[in-house]
């Protein structure tokens, strides 16, 4: 090994090796020569292309689209021809058009040592260990090796803050892929200096390896290099570079969050379960101009932006090490290009449900190492109210007041309900419901019927899939603790004489005794003063119900302090990226 090692490293420049100072170093730059003899091939069953990938000796990629069922001979004259005709124009310019043109490469494909015929289909001929000849120069066949069809780096990067690479592999594992960091050594650099192999000129540093690299104050107006190569155990592909589009940034500060993450250091032991159910305000709403103006006019501009705000829900969310989050008003581009790529570095898998008629939905995610995902029983609480027997009788009272009824049906609230399993005690599921209610300040009447239907459709799914399993019900009740909601679940009825029956005008009251199919359920947080604090307003709307007599609490993260969040006047600010606080517990579950 050694021999093969020094042998190699002498065919390498100089100024090369002195840039190569560590193992790793040398072990990429080794590995990158292996893959300049490498042709990949993509072919699956049922699809009726593949394609073949390799480098030329003059460094232009080569890549190919061809029938599967088209025989090898053609692919390997159109190789040949290829080569001929760019080697021929090049003949051209050097000779003035005079002069023999080149013959074409001799290209063959072997297997085993045995030449591959012309009249094999291209589905059987290329197979992963053949090796390709095109003229003296020899490829080796990988044959779907592992290849990153997403790679991709966030475009804000803020010193103390992770940066998370969205990243999807075919033929591969996320876990077995290789990770190192770069940093360049001189700030500003040219576009086409990023664009050179790290190491060649010595214009980029090594700073880490791993998925996730938090960049320092140190790399502050340095931009950042990821070299990725994607693998399946011992098998690996073409490696990937990912040049930042800007320079890393400085940071807020200390953020409201900082003093909580002190309590969360670590994961809950098992059988507790840490939750976290936060309403991390949708890009759709934070970019409108009543946002900017009206409701959040104290907050920088900057500090509005999605990019800057989602570095900071990222790391705050993984400082909280949760075993269950429940997430509202997330954009569906941030759960799927933004969200799970960083949450999945952290050991957690999530599902999403988009709202009607909306860009923005539910989120919920759960470490994969403690839970799976049995089943899901998402629904529309308008659609439910009117398509699923179970709620006739609610249905039948709603419906005496056509009014109150239209403003029900109009509404696309949903609610998103996982059931998970412990995989430590399999058997053991808890059903994890997650819903963001109707937001007007007078539609107490609409809340009382959609959580009416929600309990009832709970009830249902407990019964039908999970008898026994305890209920965790998260989310954005948009519900102060006097009101109905609020006393429906804790209390398990509201009466007709609730002032929420009316709160819309008499023309829309609608009074009825509502009842709760569960027994009465626990705010684990209780009623903190606020978890929604902005310039008009500040209230407690979110909150994390459980079955005291399933779960007991063991510990309530503590709010941020009143300082905290009023340190910018309001929510959101530079420090916080939500105009809600999230709420954070462990759950003691017994086992």
Known sequence: MLNHLSAALALLPRRLLLASSSPRTLTSLLGRMEMARTATVRCLP?????????????????????DQDEPLGKVLVRISNGLAK????KSKKRNNNKGPQPEPAV???????????DTVLNSEAWRDGSVLHVGDVEYSIRRNAPAFVTAELPVALLAGFPVCPNLEVEFGHLQDCEFTWYKENTPNAS????EELPRQDGSWAEVGCGRVHVPSNQDIGFRLKLLCTPKDGGRSGPAKELVSVGAVEAGPGVCTFDNRHAYT?????????????????ADVYAQTELSKTVLYPYCAPYALQLDYRQNLIKKEL???????VCLQEVDKGVFSDSLTPALDAFGLDGVFRIKEKQHEGLATFYRRSKFQLLSQHDIVLSEALTSDPIHSTLLESVSANSGLKGKILKRSTAMQVSVLEDLKKPGRKVCVANTHLYWHPKGGNVRLVQMGVALRHLSHVINEVAPGAPLLFCGDFNSSPNSGVFQLLSETAVPLQHADWSSSGPEESCRMELQSTFPPLLSACSQPAYTNYVGGFHGCLDYIFIQPDRM????????????EVTTYEALPSVAHPSDHIALICDLRWNP
């Open 86 to 89: 760019g080697q021929g124009k």
């Open 46 to 66: 049922g699809e009726p292309k593949l394609t073949i990938s390799f480098r030329l000796d003059n460094g232009s990629h080569k890549n190919m689209l061809r």
């Open 107 to 117: 290209v063959k494909l072997y297997h085993e040592g045995e030449e591959v015929s």
């Open 265 to 281: 250091v670590r994961e809950a032991e098992w059988p507790a379960v840490r939750v976290v159910t936060y309403n991390i305000l």
């Open 552 to 563: 007991q609490v063991e510990q309530v993260i503590p709010l941020p302090t009143h300082q």
């Open 318 to 324: 993984a400082g909280y090490n949760a075993d269950i």
């Open 191 to 194: 576009p086409e200096a990023a």
